[in-house]
């Protein structure tokens, strides 16, 4: 049986159980990605050695379902992103005595740092400081990065595993702004600036973001990816807030928002490796 894409379907070269004419065909999104294909090749291989036994009435509708449900969702994992943020730390009720920043490689090849900057901001403010990662700083695929920020006070425990030389720059616990961009490229004021790896607004007063904002985060709660590692480039898509902050770790998929790329970067996640106490 030879399985692969063709235009928006699913194609199996096997015929329908009730129809020797006609092609077994699973109707998918136009959307689609490239990453996506080979997983999905593979499933569906599967499911169609499971269904070949049933009507071609009752495959339609369960082919309906599973369209209508978004399991095949139009999101990939990007390459080096920002994946939480935590702004509490040190305030009353925070579980932490710092602020962090953690960001993953979710590509296929090790990332060079060098150069690349950290920064932080106020909501509608242009107060960007952080950290600049040096010269052979790289992080592999799958690899987490914890950067530790500044802090607003005593409570709480420290961090433990972060990166090299922490920011004494405090990061919003509210209402404010993150960034990751190439050090050596001028910025403009655009979210979407050439330089800028990855850019995050959290919190209606933001005024700068990636399509919508970010939701506000608290002294408790952090700003996580949905899905660890997975990028639209929408703030408001990609992010929530969680009272299960994982400085260094993977960020645990929601259930109800996995697309088929999100559902196989949370799998991932389980086993992906965190960088600890190191200042490359």
């Given amino acids: 049986m030879k399985v692969g894409w063709k235009g928006t379907r699913i194609w199996s070269n096997q015929v329908s159980p009730t129809d020797p004419v006609r092609p077994f065909v699973w109707f998918v999104p136009l959307s689609l990605t ?37 399991f095949f969702s139009p999101v990939a994992p990007a390459a080096v992103v920002i994946n939480e943020i935590y702004g509490g730390g040190g305030l009353a009720g925070s579980p932490l005595r710092n602020d962090y920043v953690e960001i993953v490689n979710n590509g296929a090849t090790a990332f060079i740092l060098d150069n690349y900057r950290l920064e932080g901001a106020g909501a509608a403010l242009t107060d960007w400081d952080g950290i600049t990662f040096p010269a052979g700083t790289s992080l592999a695929p799958g690899e987490v990065l914890l950067v530790q920020f500044g802090s607003s006070g005593s409570i709480g425990t420290l961090l433990t595993g972060t990166f090299g030389t922490p920011a004494s720059k405090n990061i919003s616990a509210t209402a404010g702004k993150v960034r990751l961009h190439d050090g050596t490229v001028g910025l403009t004021a655009a979210a979407d600036a050439a330089g ?51 400085p260094g770790a993977a960020n645990v998929p929601e259930p109800g928002v996995l697309g088929l790329a999100g559902l196989l970067a949370g799998l991932r996640a389980l086993a992906r490796p965190s960088r600890r106490n190191s200042s490359k």
């Fill in 34 to 70: 490239v990453t996506e294909f080979n997983w999905g090749s593979m499933i569906a291989s599967g499911i169609v050695r499971l269904i070949r036994s049933l009507s071609a009435q009752r495959w339609c509708a369960i082919s309906a379902c599973i369209a209508a449900s978004g």
């Fill in 196 to 246: 800028i790896l990855d850019f995050v607004g959290y919190a209606t007063t933001a005024n700068q973001f990636e399509v919508t904002r970010a939701p506000a985060g608290s002294n408790q709660l952090s700003i996580s990816r949905k899905v660890d590692g997975v990028d639209s480039n929408n703030n408001g898509n990609d992010f929530t807030t969680t009272l299960s902050r994982s």
